[in-house]
Each structure stands twice: as structure tokens, then as C-alpha cells.
């Protein structure tokens, strides 16, 4: 009997499979509706008639619906969607968040829900990000379904259980539920800037750096793994990079391949229950750029900007790292080195007011303590030609992400993320690996002692 892998199923099936996978888990998901395409908005009447509640009851036509757009998408499809829902009989109501810039934080959060009114049974998020993000937070508070129609293909979040949130000033994953019904139609995806563009494509090279530090986790932790789920992102990520000549000419299927791939990566997370297929030391450094930006009070850059050119400086990172000859006894000593008052000083001089919640993340993981370095350092020099070949496979991918995401006018250095100075990105450099308890490339060059010289690399590379 021949066996079906997730990468041999289609999207639609993706979204109901029950695989009982190798790995040891059952692989599910619960997307109601997907419709990804040229006129997939269209999709939306069928899809309302045939929704359900939380309950199991229909949506009816005397329950209430709510449009939420901001300034920019109430043009692109809010006010089209908006329309689409009255004609059909429904009651509805909308709001347009009146700001030119947003991310998702507890301010905007307060916003929407004090506009959205009590009596709505199903909010219809008309954006991507920041607009997906607060409609899920929103809904997931009310235990009522939301819809995502998307505006432009610039994230990988549209089928994600988990909300990215800056509250406090520390980014952070919130859980949430993942929107019961997902609409990408290429007439409106096609239609972003350039830059949204280019911030999907980077969000999405990301992941060979994700999936590199998922292995390696896995290898030098025990961390569970699943390689079914590892290929399917692989495979994904591959398709994308091969359609970049496409939607630099506004190709619609190249469109459907990149806006497919992003709902894909919410599927494969949901699949394991964490981010790990889609998220390594590239997203905690968009994520710390982020907090960063917040602390000196500016919006900063698109979160898939920041993740693309952060899987920019990684790439270029491992492939040095690559030329260099470790030594493990060095690296031992430099673990038992560890001073932890120097050590938060410096994450104090760093995060600033977001300090506290970061040695949170250190009294739970420990992460520099030198017993633990120590074990990692074994482990990784037990099965240092396994990791070196992960790693090379991983650099022949990722190195090609500056011409992926330059197609499209995308950012690739640090100096051009104009906000931070070189001394600045040092320093995000060092001290990204702090900013969550997850295993990934930058606390692997630290355990092996060369994270200094690495980042000394880095910024020669991109400053002088």
C-alpha cells in the first residue's frame, strides 16, 4: 500500500488531515475554510452559509458580523468585503483602526475590543499581520471565530494558534486559535508594495534557517523532532524560492505558491504545537529588533523585513562559522568563564525596561550556566559531523536569501535597518539568544566560545 506524506497532500488537505506520523505524534488541524486564488473572495458567502459557532450552531442570518480594517486595507478589500456581507443579508458593522503604523500590543489590542461591539458573532479581519493578530486576540478572548482575508502576502501567521505581541515591551508568542476561515485571493495579494512582498519572502527563506536550529536542537537537546513536518517546510520554502521571477512579474500562481506556503507554516506549527518549524535564532532576532525599535518609541520595520534580513546576517554566520576550526577544550573554558553579574549588567545596558522579563527567561532555562554549556558542548562535539553537514546543506539554501528577497526590493543588511547603529547591532547580535528559552543558532556559537568572533565577522562584513 503506498503511503501518503504530508508533503504529498494538497493544502485543503493539509488543513483536516489526522496523520498519525513516524514521529510518535498524531498530526491534526481544523481550518474550516481556505480558499487561496484569483477570486477567492468569492469563496466568502459559501463559506459564511456554511459556518459554525464554537457551539456547534450555525451562523445565521441575524447574527452580527464585524469588519476590521485599517487605512490602508479598508481600500484594497475591507470596504468590498464590508459590502459583500450586507448584500448577503447579514447585520454588519465595521471599523477602520486609525493608524498609519501599528504592531500588535496591548494598547491596540484595548482598541479594537472597546470598538468591537459585544453582540458580534464573527469578526472578518481585512489585512494581514498587525490586523490578523489583533482580530485573533480579540476573538480568542470572546471564544467566538474569526476570519482572516488577507491583504498582502507579508507573514507566515494567517493559520497560527499563537498571536506575536509586544507587551510590556518584550515580545512575546500569546496563545490564541487560528481563524476558521482563511481567504488569500491574488487580485488583492498582488497588489501590495513591493516591501510587503519582499517581507513575506523573507519570512519564509527564514525557515531554512528554522528548520537548521530545530535539528540542531534536536541533536544537542533531545528536543523532539519531526522530519515529516521538517520536509514539508523544506519543500515549501523551495517552491517559493523558485517562484521569485514570478511575482516580480505579478504572475497570480506565483502569488498562490507564496500566499499557500505562508498558511502552510501556521499548519506545520499547529502540527507540533510550538513555532519551532517556523521560527529559530533569525525570528528572535526580528523579535529583539522589534522590542528595540519599541524602546526608542518608533514602529521600526515589517516583522517579515526584520526576520528576512536577520536570515540575511545567519546564513552568512554559519557559513563562516563553517571555516573555523573549533576548539572544545577553549570552549569548556570559556563556558566556566560565565559571570553572572557582568552578564546582567549587560542584559539591563541592553533591554533596558524590557531587562526584567529577560533574566525571567534565564532563571527558567539557565542557559549560561556552565554545567549546561558544558553538556551542550559534549553532545556537539559527539556528533560534530552530523551538525557540520546540517549545516553546509543549510548555507547552500539560505545564502541565496539576499537575492530572494532583493527581487523585491527587500532589505539584506543591518545597515540599511536605519534605526540601530553598528555599535547597536552588535550588541542585538550578542544578545539576541536571551530574548526567549529556545535553542537556535546564536547560543550554538556561544556554547563553542566563537559568537564574539562571529559577530566581529558580521559587522566588518556589513559596516566597514
Not at 402 to 425: L, Q
Amino acid at each position: 500500500m503506498c503511503i501518503m506524506h504530508l508533503k504529498d497532500m494538497t493544502i485543503n488537505e493539509l488543513i483536516t488531515v489526522d496523520y498519525a506520523c513516524d514521529c510518535g505524534r498524531h498530526h491534526h488541524m481544523a481550518i474550516d475554510h481556505l480558499a487561496v486564488g484569483k477570486g477567492a473572495v468569492n469563496k466568502l458567502p459559501e463559506f459564511l452559509a456554511e459556518q459554525k459557532m464554537k457551539d456547534g450552531t450555525p451562523l445565521t442570518k441575524e447574527d452580527k458580523i464585524f469588519v476590521v480594517a485599517d487605512v490602508h486595507t479598508w481600500y484594497v478589500n475591507g470596504e468590498k468585503v464590508y459590502n459583500m456581507v450586507k448584500e448577503l443579508g447579514y447585520p454588519v458593522e465595521y471599523y477602520i483602526m486609525p493608524h498609519e503604523e501599528m504592531h500588535t500590543t496591548e494598547v491596540y489590542i484595548g482598541e479594537l475590543d472597546e470598538h468591537m461591539p459585544q453582540d458580534v458573532k464573527l469578526p472578518l479581519a481585512c489585512g494581514s499581520g498587525t490586523i490578523n493578530d489583533l482580530t485573533r486576540m480579540v476573538s480568542f478572548k470572546r471564544e467566538i471565530p474569526y476570519y482572516i482575508i488577507g491583504t498582502a502576502p507579508s507573514m507566515d501567521g494567517f493559520a497560527t494558534d499563537v498571536a506575536p505581541a509586544t507587551i510590556k515591551g518584550l515580545k512575546c508568542s500569546l496563545p490564541a486559535h487560528c481563524a476558521s476561515g482563511i481567504i488569500g485571493d491574488t487580485d488583492f495579494l498582488s497588489t501590495a508594495p513591493d516591501k510587503m512582498v519582499a517581507a513575506g519572502i523573507g519570512d519564509i527563506i527564514a525557515k531554512y534557517i528554522a528548520i537548521n536550529d530545530w535539528k540542531l536542537s534536536h541533536i544537542i537537546n533531545d528536543e523532539y523532532f519531526c522530519e515529516e513536518v521538517s520536509e514539508l517546510m523544506l519543500q515549501s520554502t523551495d517552491k517559493v524560492a523558485n517562484s521569485v521571477d514570478g511575482l516580480v512579474s505579478g504572475d497570480p500562481e506565483a502569488y498562490t505558491y507564496l500566499m499557500e506556503c505562508l498558511v502552510l507554516i501556521g499548519i506545520a506549527m499547529g502540527y507540533v504545537n510550538n513555532s519551532r518549524p517556523g521560527s529559530g535564532a533569525e525570528h528572535s532576532m526580528g523579535h529583539v529588533l522589534e522590542m528595540k525599535c519599541a524602546l526608542k518609541g518608533l514602529y521600526g520595520e515589517l516583522h517579515g523585513t526584520s526576520v528576512g534580513m536577520a536570515t540575511c546576517v545567519m546564513a552568512k554566520m554559519y557559513e563562516k562559522f563553517l571555516t573555523l576550526d573549533i576548539d572544545y577544550d577553549k570552549a569548556r573554558a570559556h563556558a566556566d568563564a560565565f559571570d553572572y553579574d557582568a552578564w546582567v549588567a549587560e542584559v539591563n545596558r541592553v533591554f533596558g525596561s524590557s531587562a526584567p522579563q529577560i533574566l525571567k527567561v534565564f532563571e527558567k532555562a539557565g542557559q549560561h550556566k556552565p554545567e549546561n554549556v558544558r553538556r551542550r558542548i559534549d553532545r556537539i562535539e559527539q556528533n560534530e559531523a552530523q551538525i557540520r553537514a546540517i549545516l553546509t546543506e543549510t548555507v547552500e539554501k539560505a545564502k541565496k536569501a539576499p537575492e530572494y528577497i532583493g527581487a523585491m526590493h527587500g532589505m539584506i543588511t543591518p545597515k540599511d535597518y536605519k534605526v540601530f547603529s553598528k555599535e547597536e547591532f552588535r550588541d542585538i547580535l550578542t544578545y539576541t539568544k536571551e530574548q526567549r528559552d529556545r535553542y537556535a543558532g546564536l547560543q550554538f556559537f556561544y556554547d563553542l566560545g566563537v559568537l564574539d568572533e562571529l559577530v566581529d565577522y558580521i559587522i566588518d562584513l556589513y559596516y566597514d
